[in-house]
């Protein structure tokens, strides 16, 4: 099993700054089978990014994602007050599909 | 696009049975494969298991095979986990996609008490 490992726990930064969500595999990941989320309180997951670098229809672009391997990470590139959320990495290359712990950005 | 509404909370005791429905409509569910999902406090995002299209293949976690059962008719997915223990209460989610997770449904909380 691949375990996905996130960093920080917690991200603190004000709207407008910028934002990277580190994800890390324990193995490689078959073909950059990594896709992102974003959950919100009482809602379910969304899904972001998908093939470690491809964004999901109606993401905008101040969201991207890259890597290869066992290192991947997540920008959001300017913080809206929208984007204060919960955000898990997933790898979908291997089964069992694994998800990591998540990154929690709050508002500093 | 797809919806995904999924059925009620549910509270049961411990070797108890729980089944969840998933409901979809807005495109072709019978395209699909389907997974299930759970979520607690202490273990995050756990995946359950696949289903295909047809409803003739699944593929389930190592911990849940013997316990967990997937089938899926025209425009509903289910999921029946059996002999519930309390480390089991989650919130249960449906999903569609083969590779990422496209949608999702609402979730379900099931509480084994």
């Known amino acids: 099993e691949i375990v996905l490992t996130q960093s920080p726990g917690t991200l603190s930064l004000s709207p407008g700054e910028r934002g990277t969500l580190s994800c890390r595999a324990s193995q490689s990941v078959s073909s950059g089978k990594v896709a992102w989320y974003q959950q919100k309180p009482g809602q379910a997951p969304r899904l972001l990014m998908y093939?470690?670098?491809r964004r999901a229809t109606g993401i905008p672009d101040r969201f991207s994602g890259s890597g290869s391997g066992t290192d991947f990470s997540l920008t959001i590139s300017r913080l809206e007050p929208e984007d204060f959320a919960v955000y898990y990495c997933?790898?979908?290359?291997?089964?069992?599909?694994?998800f990591g712990q998540g990154t929690k950005v709050e508002i500093k | 696009q797809m919806q995904l509404v999924q059925s009620g909370a549910e509270v049961k005791r411990p070797g108890a049975s729980v089944r969840i429905s998933c409901k979809a409509s807005?495109?072709?569910?019978?395209?699909?494969?389907m997974h299930w999902v759970r979520q607690t406090p202490g273990q995050g995002l756990e995946w359950l298991g696949i289903i295909n299209p047809f409803g003739t293949a699944t593929s389930y976690a190592q911990n849940f095979e013997g316990r967990l059962t997937m089938t899926r008719d025209t425009n509903t997915l289910y999921m029946d986990l059996n002999n519930l223990r309390t480390d089991d209460t989650a919130v249960y989610y449906c999903?569609?996609?083969?590779?990422?997770?496209?949608?999702w449904g609402q979730g379900s909380l099931v509480t084994v008490s």
């Open positions: 997933q790898q979908y290359g291997s089964t069992p599909r694994t």
């Open positions: 807005g495109d072709t569910f019978s395209s699909y494969y």
């Open positions: 093939g470690a670098s």
């Open positions: 999903a569609s996609g083969f590779y990422q997770f496209d949608y």
